[in-house]
């Protein structure tokens, strides 16, 4: 763009809408300059929030499977003090269950 030119002129120049230049000079103003320096991918605000959420609910997630499994764990280790273990009789021949 050179000094002195309409925004509207640039982008019909260049195919683009108005609103766009707009919402890339936005991005650019938000960061982007530094993830393009970089050589990141430049990401929306909107999109941000929406996988932190995600990262959130799925931290969450994990925590409650972890602590499911302490539980499980802690129960079958209760029930192994509690109860011998019972062995069941083997199909072996007669000569291996003689011994």
Known sequence: MQPGMSVSYVARRNGVSPSLLFSWKRRMLEGGFEAVRADDDVVGVSRLKEMEKRIRELERLLGRKTMEVEILK???????AKKPLLRLPSWNTEEETSR
């Open 74 to 80: 802690e129960a079958l280790d209760l029930t192994r």
